[in-house]
C-alpha cells in the first residue's frame, strides 16, 4: 500500500551532481503558534496566529520583517499584515475575516535588505456556530491512530477536533466509551471487530462459544452505542469473482466447496455469539476489499438470513471517482444478495473505507471526493460512513495510501479542506433523512434530497467539469445556498446556477420541483499549457478515415486486474458513419448496437484503426481528441506507433500489482456535449494522471519485440472507444444514449 507519489520523484534524473552544500542558519528563531491548536474557530473565537522572533546572536540588533499574507483558498489575495522588530519580538496576527470556510496564511521572515530567511505556510478555518444535535447517533467515523505514526495522543486535542469536525464515532485506542472525555465528546466506536476468544487448546466447541458470548458482552459493557459488529475483516479469504454478477454461473472446486464451507461455519459461530450476547448489534459480514467474492462464499452455502444484518465492503477508492468506487461495490453487493435471495440485506462500509489522499488530487479534489463518498453512502443509507482521518503522518507512513487526514501533520495540525468539507456536511444533514435522487437529465450530474423537520436539502454536483442547471423552486421563495467549505448564502432566488465536482447544498422550506441540466460544460480544471496549438494527427471527419475492429482485443482487456466496476470488457457492434455536427462541423458518429442484453458491469469496446498518417514532428507529451459525451462511463485508449515501429497502447498495463489504467478517469467519457479529451504520453505532459503512480505507467507496450521505449516521431494509429449501455447513477441503472461524435486526434 504504497504510494506511487513522491516528492521529489526519486526516477527522475539530473546530469547535475551535487558535491557539497552549505546550509545557512536565519538569524532568528521563528516559531508560528496558532491561537488554538487546530486552527479553527467558532464566531465567538478569535482566528489568529502569535509570531516569537528571537535572535540567535547575543546583542543582535538588526531590523527584520515579519509579513502575514491571508488568502483564500483559490489564492486570491486578501489581507497583508507587516511587522518589524530588532531585537526579541513576540506579536499577535488576528484575523477580520467573516466567512465560513479555509483560509491560507504565509508568514515570512527578511532581513533589513529583504532578504527572505524563513516562509511558513499556515491555515486556519472559520467554521458556524454548531447547531447539530446528533450525537452518538450520527453516522460518521474517523480514523484515529492514537499517538502512532506521530499524530495526536491526547483525547482532549483529538475529541475536539471530531467534534468540530461533527464525527463521533472513531478508535478510542482501548478506552472506554465511560471514559470522561469520551462521555464529554460522545465518542463510541463504529463497528466492534470480530471475536477472538482466547481459550485452551482442549475446549470443548460449547466453552469455546462461551468465550465468544463473554468477549460479546465485554465489547458491549465498554461501547455501549457500538451497535454493529464485524465477521471477517480482510480475512474473508480468495475465491472466484462471482460469475452470477456477469450473467453467468460461478464455477466451484472441490477445494473451493471447502472454503466455502470453511468460512460460513466460522461466520455463523461468531454470529450466533453475537445474536446470544446482544441480539440488538447488528451483524455486518464480508468487509474485504469490495467483499463480493467473500459475501459469495456465504451465500452459496446458505448462511441463515438471520445472521446477517448488512454486507460489509472495505474498497479503497484511491483517485477513482466515488460515483465509480462508491457506488458500484455497493451496488454490486446488493445485486449479489438479490441474485441468492438475501432481500432485505443492504450494504454497508467497514470502518476502514477510502483512501483520498490529498497528494494525488489538484487542491480541493480530495475534499470533493471525501464529501461525494459520504453523500453516495447516504443515498444507499449506510449506517456507518467513514469520512477522513484526524491528521495526516508525521512519519514515513505519510508514504502509503493512508497517511491523509482532515488535519495536516501533527502537531501543526493545520486543517485541510477536507476538515471544512467534512464539516460542513455533518451540520448541513445533521439528523437529515436521505428521501430520493432527482432526475437531472444528465446521468453524470447529480441532486440528493433530505429531509430534517420542515425543510428540504439538497446535495447536487457533477461528476466532472461545470454544468449550468435550473432549479424549479416550486412553492418555495427562496433557498440558503452552502458551498462545500462552507461559505453560505442566504435568501437565494437565482433558479439557474452553476454545479461543478464540488458538492454543494440547497437548504428551502418546500421541496424542489425539478432540476435540470444543460448539455454543454465547462472545464476550467483542464486548461493545460499547450492545447490551444496542438497539431491535428487524425481529422476524423469522415468515416473512410477509419476501420473498425469489433474483434477481441487483449491489449484492452488486459485491464481486468482492476476493481470490477472498471476491469469488464469486450467487443461490442459498434458501427461509424460521418455527420455535420452543429457545433463543430465535420465530425465522426459511433454507434453501438444494443440488440442483444449484456450485463451491466461490462464496457463493449470497439477499436478505430487509422490509415496512413504521417509521424508527428517533435517529442509531443500530451495526446488529446475532442468527444462529444454521452456520461456513459465509457474510455478512451490511443494508440500510437513510433520511430521504431513498436506499437504503444494507453492501457496502462502495470505498475502497482495491478493494472493501473487511468483510475481518475482523465479518459472516462463522464460528461455530456463536446469536451477536449487530453491524456498524457510522458511526465512531461501537462496532464497528470494519478492511480495512483505517476504518468509513465499509463501506456503499454504491443509485443514482445523493440526496445520498449517510445522512440519519437510517433504516428497516431488508431483509438479505442468504449461505453456501457447503462450507468449506475449511484443506486439505480439508467440507460444511455449509445453514441458519441469524435474529431481531432491531436498532439502537443
Known sequence: YLSRKRSPDYDTFSSVQVLAATLERSPVDFVVLPARVGSTYYPDEQAGFTVRATPVRPGDKATYTVTCTVTDRAGQQLDTFTERFSGAMEHTFTFRQKAYGPYNTIFTLADAAGKLLVTHRARFALLPPDTRKAGYDAPYYSWNFNGAHGTPRDIAVWGDMLKRMGVHRTNLGGLAETNELARRYQLTMAQFPQLRAKTAPDATPEQQRQAMIAQAREHTARYPHCKAALIFHESGGGGPFPAELLGGTTTITPEQKQEDEKRTAIAREVAEAWRAADPSVRIVIGNTGESVVPIAKMFREKLPHNLID????????????????????????????????????????????????????????????????????????????????????????????????????????????????????????????????????????????????????????????????????????????????????????????????????????????????????????????????????????????????????????????????IAFFRPGAYSVAEVADNERGACIELTLATNTPVPYLYNEYTFLKLGKTAPVAGEPSTISVWVRGNSSWGKIFFEVTDAEGEKWISAGSGGYGCVTHDWPGQAAINFDGWHFVQFPITAASPVKVHAPGENQWQWQHDGADGNKRMDFPIRVTGLGVAMHREVLKLTELVPVTPSIRLQNISVF
Not at 463 to 488: H, N
Open 310 to 565: 448488512a454486507m460489509g465492503e472495505e474498497s479503497v477508492g484511491m483517485t477513482m471517482p466515488p460515483e465509480l468506487s462508491t457506488a458500484y461495490p455497493a451496488f454490486n453487493l446488493r445485486r449479489l444478495a438479490e441474485i441468492y435471495g438475501y432481500t432485505n440485506v443492504m450494504p454497508e462500509a467497514c470502518f476502514e473505507w477510502k483512501s483520498r489522499v490529498r497528494r494525488h488530487f489538484r487542491p480541493g479534489l480530495d475534499a470533493a471526493f471525501i464529501a461525494r463518498d459520504a453523500l453516495i453512502a447516504h443515498a444507499w443509507r449506510f449506517r456507518n460512513i467513514p469520512v477522513v482521518g484526524i491528521t495526516e503522518m508525521a512519519n514515513s507512513y505519510y508514504d502509503t495510501i493512508w497517511g491523509y487526514g482532515a488535519f495536516s501533520r501533527w502537531p501543526l495540525a493545520y486543517p485541510n479542506d477536507a476538515f471544512s468539507a467534512t464539516a460542513t456536511l455533518t451540520l448541513v444533514l445533521d439528523r437529515a433523512t436521505f428521501v430520493r435522487q432527482l432526475p437531472t437529465g444528465s446521468p453524470t450530474v447529480y441532486a440528493l434530497e433530505f429531509k430534517r423537520d420542515g425543510s428540504r436539502i439538497y446535495a447536487l454536483w457533477s461528476a466532472r467539469g461545470e454544468a449550468d442547471v435550473t432549479l424549479d423552486l416550486g412553492t418555495a421563495r427562496s433557498y440558503t445556498r452552502t458551498a462545500m467549505c462552507g461559505a453560505v448564502a442566504e435568501d437565494q432566488t437565482a433558479t439557474q446556477i452553476v454545479v461543478d465536482e464540488e458538492p454543494l447544498y440547497l437548504t428551502l422550506t418546500a421541496p424542489l420541483a425539478g432540476v435540470r441540466t444543460a448539455l454543454t460544460r465547462r472545464y476550467p480544471h483542464e486548461q493545460y499549457a499547450g492545447a490551444d496549438a496542438a497539431t491535428v494527427a487524425a481529422p476524423l471527419a469522415t468515416a473512410d478515415e477509419v476501420v473498425l475492429v469489433n474483434t477481441p482485443d487483449p491489449r484492452i482487456e488486459s485491464t481486468t486486474c482492476n476493481p470490477s466496476f
